[in-house]
């Protein structure tokens, strides 16, 4: 049985997928044994010339100095000079799952081989947020290069995990960077071993997830947050850029645990005509409050700054139009997790402009209606520039009834980290004599 990193040497992509041997289950190992967009490009050379920079080792010490005292912080990762976009779940078995896009450098930080540019690579916690253990391969790239994966998201959906990664093709002029296909890879067995990838064939160019995490409805139905963008899609290359480039959000729909698919309608952005603009409206996250009823709150670029929210009413089917909630987050997207007791937790970079910090933390009661005050995760000195940020959050809820998170995090030192803090809902509700979560 040959393991994808081979599948993929010997048979590079094949009518837009890898091929799959006939009559055979093919499977890629995780974590037992323990030792086992257009920015893309820029990234990627980004990566290149920080990494070839020598630089002091980042340290948990780093995401401590900046993080509340009340929250238990934890590296995953060091960073190695890019952004890292991460999503977070919890298992069947009460585990809790973690991945990340990472370079063949950072693969190999963590003691993970990979063959491709990039690959996705996750860590999972078996004491509820307090540890991780050993980094696994879970989706590589091809080997020839051909395809490069970004953005992964996760899926929990009875006993089996899904994994979609988008994987980003060579330029196609008149545009500076390339297509993306959306490939799909499973588990059953809590994260143990995992399968080849699978095309999930979108009628959108550019199908992009950016590790918002899916939501399953008790009837079974899955929901995968994802967008698209515009300009690819139309071949309207050349329109102002606000933020972000143009995109448009929905949701993927599946009801039959995974195995085909169906698109929402679209949910588009702030138009404007002198510029003509599309402002951003990508990188959604999603909770459902019931059955029906599905909350959206959308990577925005306002010139208010506000993050523009929408609800289906359908189960993820159809989406009001957008409009701009009470919160701010300019050009940054948040995380959403519903609670034991029906609250909703919101994770997002509480900023008015491009700065992505600080991480806040807010509840709602009722619905996503309102929400508590914001408290911060973590803070970093007011006029701290880019790169320095605490973005691309995942957030959950653990056996326990803490809340664990996961960022990307870049200190004014220039230190780049995967970091995960945990804390009480308690602390999270600004109660001062809330005491912090047991290590």
């Given at each position: ?197 699978v095309e999930i064939p979108i ?176 803070g970093f000195p007011a006029g ?56």
């Amino acid at each position: 049985m040959k393991s994808p990193v081979n599948a993929f040497a010997e048979n590079p992509l094949a009518n837009g997928h890898p091929s799959h041997p006939s009559g055979s289950s093919p499977i890629l190992r995780g974590p037992a044994p323990p030792n086992q967009r257009p920015w893309l490009s820029v990234m990627l050379a980004l990566a290149a010339i920080l990494g070839a920079r020598p630089k002091a080792q980042a340290a948990p010490e780093d995401i401590a100095k900046y993080a509340d005292p009340g929250v238990r912080v934890a590296q995953l990762m060091e960073g190695g000079g890019a952004v890292i976009v991460s999503s977070l779940n919890i298992l069947a078995n009460g585990d809790l799952f973690t991945i990340a896009f990472v370079s063949r450098d950072q693969a190999a930080s963590v003691d993970v081989t990979v063959a491709g540019k990039m690959a996705v690579i996750g860590r999972i916690s078996k004491d509820q947020g307090r540890s991780w253990g050993p980094a696994f391969r879970v989706v590589d790239s091809p080997a020839d290069g051909s395809r490069t994966a970004v953005d992964p998201t996760t899926v929990v959906t009875g006993g089996k995990i899904l994994v979609l990664a988008p994987m980003s093709g060579p330029p196609q002029p008149p545009f500076d960077y390339g297509d993306l296909k959306l490939w799909k890879v499973e588990s059953d067995d809590h994260g143990a071993t995992w399968s080849l990838p699978v095309e999930i064939p979108i009628p959108r160019a550019r199908p992009c997830v950016s590790g918002r995490p899916g939501i399953t409805l008790r009837d079974g139905t899955i929901l995968v947050p994802y967008w698209w963008d515009f300009m690819f899609q139309t071949g309207a290359n050349g329109m102002a850029v606000i933020g972000d480039i143009p995109c448009v959000s929905g949701t993927l729909i599946s009801r039959d645990a995974g195995s085909t698919w169906q698109l929402s309608t679209d949910v588009y952005g702030e138009w404007s005509v002198q510029p003509k603009v599309l402002r951003p409206a990508d990188e959604p996250a999603i909770v459902a409050v019931s059955d029906r009823e599905v909350f959206m709150v959308l990577r925005s670029a306002r010139a208010d700054g506000r993050a523009e929210e929408t609800w289906s009413h359908d189960g993820g089917r159809t989406w009001e139009s957008p409009r701009p909630g009470p919160l701010h987050a300019f050009n940054t997207p948040s995380a959403l997790w519903r609670l034991k007791n029906g609250w909703v937790a919101r994770l997002w970079n509480d900023s008015q402009n491009a700065t992505r910090y600080p991480l806040v933390i807010a509840l709602s009661q009722d619905q996503c209606r309102t929400w508590s005050r914001p408290r911060t995760i973590v803070g970093f000195p007011a006029g701290s520039k880019w790169p320095v940020q605490a973005s691309y959050p995942g957030v959950v809820e653990t056996a326990d009834g803490s809340l664990v998170a996961v960022w990307c995090h870049v200190t004014p030192e220039g230190k780049w980290l995967w970091a995960s803090g945990r804390f009480s809902r308690d602390w999270a509700l600004g109660n001062a004599a809330a005491p912090a979560p047991r290590r």
